[in-house]
């Protein structure tokens, strides 16, 4: 069995390049109404199942949809910032009993948390292919498999943010990658 990792992916590797090039073409809003809208699409679910039939944490879906409201022009970063605090927070209390359930919920609080700082949008992309690597292959596979269902998630990430991103973005962010 594979030591399981808090994320899954290369940094310096051709998929996280291309995430970071497309990245640098959007703007903070589109990041982060994208990035949140993902997030409540592919690891709520996966966040849902590994509760066994309890209510997943509220403080997700709330940091989801100010995050969305934020990038859509309805509230405000400083409106939605207690939901973004209260979503790490219960990203942090899920613990690391379940391997899956935190990879998901880092994913997710990191996912909402684009609006604010951009450069989540690759960092909620590691914990995202940790989430639905393990997800998908459970928590004995070798490292191989992890490493390929990563790759399978970083693909879907990608695909996705082409989908949302906008053509010739008068205003895409600035960002300084440091990896």
């Known amino acids: 069995m594979a030591k399981l990792r808090k994320m899954l992916g290369d940094p ?3 998929r996280a390049k291309a995430l970071m090039a497309l990245i640098d073409t959007q703007s903070a809003s589109t990041l982060g109404r994208w990035a949140a809208a993902y997030a409540e699409e592919r690891y709520l679910p996966i966040l849902s199942r590994r509760r066994s039939g309890q209510p997943v944490d509220d403080r997700f879906a709330t940091a989801i949809k100010q995050a969305i409201a934020c990038a859509d022009g309805n509230a405000t970063l400083k409106d939605a910032k207690p939901a973004l605090r209260a979503a790490l927070a219960a990203a942090r209390e899920t613990g690391d009993a379940d391997p ?6 880092r994913a997710i609080s990191t996912a909402c948390g684009v609006i ?4 989540n949008a690759l ?4 914990y995202g292919a940790a989430a639905a ?4 292959a459970g928590l004995s596979a070798d490292s191989a498999e992890y490493e390929r269902l990563a790759d399978m998630e970083f693909d879907r990430i990608i695909a ?7 053509d010739d973005e008068p ?3 600035k960002v300084r990658w440091n990896c």
Request: proline content about 10%; cysteine-free.
């Open 171 to 173: 205003h895409p962010v």
């Open 12 to 14: 310096t590797g051709p």
């Open 133 to 136: 690597a393990y997800d998908q």
């Open 123 to 126: 960092g909620f992309a590691f």
């Open 116 to 119: 604010q700082t951009p450069t």
């Open 160 to 166: 996705s943010l082409r989908h949302a991103a906008v």
């Open 100 to 105: 899956v359930a935190q990879a998901a919920a």
